[in-house]
């Protein structure tokens, strides 16, 4: 094909879904309104409005100034009115697209603080054309005007909703495009190959090789060594976004209860010297240098009891074993060692990730030799707040076995993860083919379905249906 490039073939032989004239045609541009702050009382409120009307209704309600005559990215201060009425004192900020956030023109108006005045605003811009808008709407048109990539956009929706640094740190990397820029690498080593090998079948005839077949090897190595890097960086992901399940498990009066206080810095949970003090699960959370910690103190587990509200309790805490991310093994350090080791198989026996904590250091005099052939043991006395911090390091190391950078590339979304799955298959498929010396056009199949569901996580290729699912993830307003 002279002339053009290996781009321009894939381009031209693969034109991308054209999400944005679908939408054009469905009305998209129209002009929409929502409050962008959270609703009740504050110092201000601020009012979006997005869209081709989006200066033009402003202006209807802003006597003080021609909105329209004005420059983009500046401010204005005014009353806004309405049918007569004065309903504010605002600022308004003015962006002409499509260099605003969702590339069309963009009126923020800041407000005071009052919901009856967020509403009667809100009932301006309606009753002067806007549309309320859908959970997302603003970031759903920022993605279908190029501004940003799926991936992105749905990095927005994490950011909002990051509750320790860790998990903002990942979100934000992929705002700006980390992730993305990861996978626009493996595209296109992917997409030059690709046209390679749909050359040959233009000379199909002619029994030529354009496409060199052992550096495609080497590529398709590369290719599956970082997709196998992005999975594996969904489970650091997955605890970053949504934090880590820790349960407390151990013998009645092994020190749980305390140990959870001591965590927390507060009597959250009933102390006491009688065992089988705590009953029922409790839960709370804890940011332990930027992760978040689910602890969950349970009711002691002794092999035999007559109570049953007592079995009730164990039973409840064998579930919460079994369903934690880590389990914490708190025993007394003077515990007889063939009773820790019968927990310590059992626990083994459910596959759990766990660590081992001796308790009650303070008044253990009794030899470690018993411990020898036991994994390596925190000891830690709950009570008097002794090697506490060693435990909260031995909590996060657990979690992050090494992975500790966040500032690399970590996937955080079951979307991402299942496309990117589905394109590390293909890739083996692709390694098959070459294996077995498949033909070239069997070959740009798999290469195909590999590129699809790459292009999926970016939504260079998606549909309306799971756009909008995306989006109404969104609160209202962004
Ligand atoms: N000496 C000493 N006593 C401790 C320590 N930690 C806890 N204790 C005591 O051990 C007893 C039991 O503590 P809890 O925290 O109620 O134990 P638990 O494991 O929650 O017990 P259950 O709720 O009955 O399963 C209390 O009297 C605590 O004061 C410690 O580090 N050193
Ligand atoms: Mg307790």
């Not at 073939?9 to 054209?18: G, L």
């Not at 200066?55 to 007569?84: C, E, W, Y």
Request: charge should be negative.
């Amino acid at each position: 094909m002279p002339g053009l490039g290996v781009q321009d073939r894939w381009n031209r032989n693969h034109p991308v879904t054209v999400i944005l004239s679908m939408h054009k045609l469905s009305g998209w541009d129209d002009t929409i309104v929502a409050l962008a702050t959270p609703p009740g009382i504050g110092a201000i409120g601020v009012l979006r409005l997005s869209g081709r009307e989006a200066i033009s209704i402003a202006n209807r309600l802003f006597p003080a100034k021609d909105l329209m005559a004005q420059a983009s990215h500046t401010l204005h201060v005014g009353f806004l009115r309405h049918n007569g009425v004065m309903l504010d004192e605002v600022v308004i900020s003015l962006f002409h697209g499509p260099k605003s956030y969702t590339g069309e023109n963009i009126i923020e108006i800041s407000c005071h603080g009052s919901p009856y005045i967020h509403q009667q605003v809100l009932d301006a811009c309606i009753s002067e054309g806007a549309r309320l808008a859908k959970p997302g709407e603003f970031t759903q048109r920022a993605f279908l005007n190029g501004k940003m990539d799926l991936a992105q956009a749905e990095a927005v929706a994490d950011i909002i909703s990051s509750n320790t640094e860790a998990s903002l740190r990942t979100a934000l990397n992929t705002m700006r495009g980390g992730f993305s820029a990861r996978l626009k690498e493996l595209r296109e080593q992917l997409i030059k190959f690709s046209a390679l090998i749909e050359l040959e079948l233009d000379f199909a005839q002619e029994d030529v090789e354009f496409a060199d077949r052992t550096a495609f090897y080497t590529l398709i190595a590369q290719l599956k060594e970082s997709t196998g890097q992005l999975l594996t960086s969904f489970q650091l992901g997955n605890v970053i976004k949504n934090g880590v399940s820790v349960a407390i498990i151990g013998k009645p009066n092994a020190g749980k209860s305390t140990l959870l206080n001591v965590l927390l810095n507060e009597n959250r949970a009933i102390v006491s010297d009688i065992p089988g003090t705590t009953r029922d699960t409790i839960e709370e959370v804890l940011n332990i240098d930027g992760i978040l910690f689910r602890l969950i103190d349970t009711a002691g587990i002794r092999q035999h009891s007559s109570d049953l509200i007592e079995n009730a309790g164990m039973e409840r805490s064998k579930e919460k074993m079994k369903e934690a991310d880590l389990v914490v093994f708190l025993f007394d350090a003077a515990d007889p060692i063939d009773e820790i080791l019968a927990m310590k198989t059992e626990i083994d026996e459910a596959g759990l990730k766990y660590l081992l904590v001796a308790n009650k250091l303070d008044s253990y005099d009794g030899s470690m030799d018993k411990f020898k052939d036991l994994p390596p043991i925190t000891f830690i006395s709950a009570k008097n707040n002794q090697q506490i911090r060693e435990l909260k390091d031995a909590m996060t190391a657990a979690v992050l076995e090494g992975q500790i950078n966040t500032e690399s590339t970590v996937v955080t979304n079951a979307r991402h993860y299942h496309a990117l799955k589905e394109a590390d298959l293909s890739l083996n498929e692709i390694r098959a083919g070459l294996d077995n010396g498949l033909p070239g056009d069997l070959l740009a199949l798999d290469i195909r379905r590999c590129l699809h569901y790459l292009s999926e996580i970016t939504g260079d290729i998606s549909n309306e249906d799971t756009l909008d699912y995306i989006f109404s993830k969104f609160c209202i307003g962004k």
